[in-house]
């Protein structure tokens, strides 16, 4: 569908109708040689407008809670993740605070991520989120209830829905509310049915039988003009919950329940802090005011007039704002790629955080032995050495106790689920440092653009942090300790094997996109191989080396279990390799010494053998992370 389409889904009057979109006639003034550059410098610039506008007029209305901060240590490889409970910190270079805002648009931003704020009565959590969407969206656009103990009031469906006008019993869809609601804020929403908040908070609607997405479409900006469609891709809904903590939790609310588990694992639970003491009497002169989407609008609109040095029309601005504010916060726009050492790290933290590492090791152990055998039985001339002997982890390692301490705080033991959780903040906290990084430069757009387009260890490591937090029933062990006890395991690991593989000192450096012990191993492997039994060989010899490294100086028992993981990933390519030999050297032949078509090749390979029902599971689970 085409112009027309984008504007009668907003209702726009005949003369919008009749004009082109906001967005082609900024992509026309905004800077680039070609389209996609330009289209890429508007996308940045608007979503950095977006950010300054929300930031200048919201915090104008109401003191803004700190909430924590983080900064990384190249030299100690550790983060430093701190908690600011509410008080605005003296500024320190190198860290990325984070406040409620902050955290509420990257929400925004990324789609996929319900946010609940919980905290005591009083601390601000209704008032800076009905202020955001307040001053983002017009109010036809977004939604805000309050539950409570009347269980049949309680109805979050209401907004989307409508009565049959031929049978008033029962009750539809409303389409049209499905593509003009783009937020739904409900606070006490531990006072709700489980199964209806489910819904809301994925965006999904099912009402007797009748099923379909709370989502905005998104305009695809093409150099012929504007394509809208409902077919495309869409903005779902921004959800955000409220509530204050349980009985559980806080015994002072001996009224307030605690959340359904089914809900609560779906949603990035965050304290929300108290500034009282931080914001004193500062909070009794902010006062409210009027026409706050306005204010914004205007916000937006001086900054692009700034940037691309042309006069924004802000009647069609404010006309076309949904489809803008779709194209802005379209989370396809923001997400980032993981670098590979990321991904290692992540895959090492998910295993920890599930908790029993010396079962998780013997597992591991038992599947490498295995390995072993079916390479010698399916290549009786290949002999390799993937096995980790009978060694077990000694459960009595401080490491090791302090990982089953906060562990042990978990409501429920990490599950599948809180791994997209981890991708989900790490990409939140890379696009907060991405955008507070940018408008600390000269050209805050193109920064943008070079500076935000990827996850780091740090941030996978913040992530996993705030995810830990979240999950705890109890916070009497701090996740922060065994996060960065892993981090620093990795990435010592990784600079080590490096050095084994290559025989040169290289520093750990998490902005490397090249850094990452199966990456490295992997690659040198490829490039001294002449046939699959030469590089199965070569990933024996690396494994070797591996295992070597399992007592470094000053290593703890969870180096141990990254060992175990990493040398299980080898030996599991290795099968994979052994499976696909005719292939594998066809590619070997074709790509010698380049690693990127090796990598290119495989995942292709890979590829092709999921649509194969047969294809072992095992290849799913551990080198899905390898080949993406």
Known sequence: MGQATAENAEKTNEKTEASPHILEELVKAAPGAGFEEKEQALHSTLLLAFYRAAQAVVSKEVIIPMFFGVSYNNNTRQIKFVNHGGTAPVQSKGRTDVNGLDLIISATLRGGMPLLLEGDTGTGKTLITEKYLAT?????????????????????????????????????????????????????????????????????????????????????????????????????LLFIGAQNPSQQKDATFTGTMQLDPALSNRLLTVEFPILTKSAGASIMVVESGNGLHDKFLESVAQYLEKSFGAKVDRDRLKEQWLSTYAYVADPKRTDKAFLRSSLELADMLAVALAGDVASTYEQEQKMIANWDAYISHISPTLRTNFSLGQTKIDATDEAVQRLEEVVGTFEKTAMPRDLIKIKNVADIFSTIRGIKTAFAAQNPAQTYVKKSGYVTVEDIAAASTLVAKSKQFKATADPIIIVNSILTEYTALAEEATAGITGRQIPFDSNDYEAGILNYTFGHAWESASNHKGLVQKLSEYAVMLKSLQTGTGANELRRLIVARTVGDLATLSGFLIDNAADVDSLLGKAKGDVGAAFAGLKQMYEEQRENPLMPEIYKHRLEKMLS
Request: aromatic share 6%.
């Open 136 to 236: 983002i969206l017009e109010r036809e656009n977004y939604v805000t209830m309050t539950l409570s103990q009347n269980q049949f009031a309680n109805n979050p469906l209401q907004p989307f829905t409508k009565k049959d006008p031929n049978d008033v019993t029962k009750t539809h869809i409303d389409k049209d509310a499905l593509r003009r609601i783009a937020a739904l804020f409900v606070d006490e929403l531990n006072r709700g049915q489980t199964q209806t908040l489910l819904q809301l908070a994925y965006g999904r609607i099912n009402v007797g039988g009748e099923f379909d997405e709370v989502a905005i479409p998104v305009p695809e900006l093409t150099p012929n003009g504007v394509d809208y469609s409902e077919k495309g891709r869409v903005k779902k």
